[in-house]
């Protein structure tokens, strides 16, 4: 077997992958040679080849070769396989006379924001979480930088998204880059003076390449001089005039847990109040207060907030005489938070008379920080970055001391913040928690949290074609279902060509069958306290 070179580097996308380590260093190594091509055979719907595809493309074309990719699945017409073959035979007798460069230009020349860029520099960030990402935003511009999270989002965002990205890529990174291009093309901004930012967990899900797709998206856009600053905690990329210091991540905690309080107390109070739009004005005058908080607040002054935020809200008088189902969102990070991405779901739930409750971001990161000691004992990793990020976990869980008192203080029935160590416990008796990539095993552990805590309908979101999802979401409804009977439990795939009537009567389906199930709880608690009353007259009687 023939030894590769070496890759030219840096290359686009984050290099994570040894099979793909190796077909780009194939692909290298055919660019060089005049006698050789590259055909790539590949399964349809192969999450990573999103990724790896456009890059293997980049470096064959940089030595004017052409690649050849053939999709296989159980479709038995080979009419489009033997056009492709006949393109590359065609392609090949054209060069015969054409000598190949000696060198393929494919290597990616980044360019930094750096320390001068932040003074003027404005940082476009794109929508995930409306709730959170507003909080973010001030955040980040009182930490000296000038930020904008883009808001809105249209048809136009996903078309633009499709023009620029590989369209077997998810869907939140064809919305994330569509948002991105699309502020560009606007005129709205000074290109010249605009950066971009993403964030990297450094996982093996395709998040973690998204700055890849936006790179090559800018470039061919006409937008290559635009940096890109990866938000990251693990040293993947830096950048002189992007720093993530102590006091940064101090308001970022902040807004992070601000944004989890808002979310439950606004999404229980809206699903019962009495006066319409009550909580929805409480909640807008709560996030011009926390904005303020978060750019100057002591510790003491923070926690107070908190008191504070769920003492408002305990004020808003709710309609005790109905009770409606508890519905649960999980699923895809972005998908889950994003209303253009999922489709207004909550609003969908809302209207069809569901008590919606979504997840805290804060148990993502939580999360993030978990999988490193479980990788110690899995894999043998770093004992001293486990240890590290154990400590971590503890130290959010004091600081969500107060946030977490102050829901327990409040008489509604809110949902406490999760406990990270327990549902990692619980998930295991599910599936192992070395199912790490993209949401891993939180997205399970959110499941059996939620139907322990009487959340028993669950809307598992997705985008289409999501592997890990597959797994960790549709992959395990099965299981849930056999140990906890009560679970009702409906996958919807979201994607820019997926029906949104599909997509909508999945989840009028669930209700309809959340509904019955609560009058039929109902009719089982009236007879049961029936059985009581009864029990009770024959022991006076007695």
């Not at 073959?85 to 392609?91: D, G, P, T």
């Not at 476009?124 to 909080?135: C, D, G, K, S």
């Not at 009182?142 to 369209?167: A, I, P, Q, R």
Request: hydrophobic share 40%; with cysteine; glycine share 6%.
């Amino acid at each position: 077997m023939h030894t590769f070179g070496k890759l030219k580097r840096p290359i686009r996308v984050v290099d994570q992958w040894t099979f793909h380590s190796r077909l780009y260093r194939a692909a290298d190594f055919v660019g060089k040679q005049k006698n050789l091509e590259l055909v790539q055979l590949n399964s349809f719907g192969c999450g990573v080849d999103a990724v790896t595809t456009d890059q293997a493309e980049e470096i064959l074309s940089s030595y004017n070769k052409m690649y050849t990719l053939i999709k296989i699945d159980e479709i038995n017409n080979l009419g489009a396989i033997k056009i492709r073959i006949r393109s590359l035979l065609a392609s090949m007798n054209n060069r015969c006379n054409i000598e190949n460069p000696d060198n393929g230009e494919y290597e990616i020349h980044k360019n930094k924001f750096t320390k001068e860029m932040r003074r003027d520099y404005t940082i476009l960030v794109p929508q995930m979480a409306p709730i959170h990402f507003e909080l973010f935003e001030e955040a980040l511009n009182s930490s000296g930088y000038k930020v904008e999270v883009l808001k809105d989002c249209s048809m136009n965002t996903v078309e633009t998204g499709l023009k620029y990205v590989n369209n077997d890529a998810c869907y939140p990174s064809i919305l994330v880059t569509g948002q991105l291009i699309e502020a560009l093309q606007s005129g709205k901004y000074d290109v010249n003076k605009t950066a971009l930012i993403i964030s990297q967990t450094g996982g093996g899900c395709r998040a973690t390449n998204y700055i890849g797709f936006i790179r090559k998206a800018l470039k061919d856009a006409g937008f290559e001089n635009v940096p890109v600053i990866s938000f990251n905690f693990n040293g993947i990329e830096k950048n002189s005039g992007f720093k993530i210091t102590i006091p940064l991540i101090k308001k970022l905690a902040k807004a992070l847990i601000y944004g989890d309080l808002l979310q439950t107390v606004l999404y229980k109070n809206r699903a019962y109040e009495i006066t319409k739009g009550e909580s929805n004005n409480l909640y807008n005058k709560w996030i011009k207060k926390c904005k303020k908080l978060i750019n100057k607040s002591t510790i003491k002054q923070f926690n107070e907030s908190l008191y504070e935020i769920v003492n408002d809200f305990e004020k808003i008088k709710l309609d005790k005489s109905i009770k409606k189902p508890k519905v649960g969102i999980i699923g895809e990070i972005l998908i889950k938070y994003h209303p253009y991405g999922n489709n207004y779901v909550v609003d969908l739930l809302e209207k069809e008379g569901a008590e919606v409750f979504v997840p805290e971001l804060m148990g993502f990161v939580k999360y993030i920080l978990k999988n490193a000691t479980i990788r110690n004992k899995l894999l043998k990793t770093s004992k001293i970055q486990a240890d590290i990020f154990n400590f971590a976990i503890n130290f959010i869980d004091v600081v969500e001391k107060d946030y977490t008192k102050a829901l327990a203080n409040s008489k509604k029935g809110y949902l406490k913040p999760c406990n990270i160590n327990k549902l990692e416990k619980e998930v295991r008796q599910i599936l192992s928690t070395g199912n790490q990539t993209g949401e891993g095993w939180l997205l399970t552990a959110e499941m059996i949290e939620f139907i322990k805590e009487g959340v028993s309908n669950i809307v598992c979101l997705q985008p289409f074609a999501c592997l890990p999802n597959h797994v960790v979401g549709k992959g395990v409804i099965k299981t849930i279902r056999t140990k906890y009977i009560n679970a009702n439990i409906t996958a919807v795939d979201y994607d820019p060509g997926a029906s949104s009537t599909n997509q909508t009567n999945r989840i009028k389906l669930l209700m309809t069958v959340a509904k019955d199930n609560l009058k039929a709880e109902q009719k089982r608690m009236v007879i049961l306290n029936k059985k009581n009353e009864m029990h009770d007259l024959e022991k006076l009687i007695v």
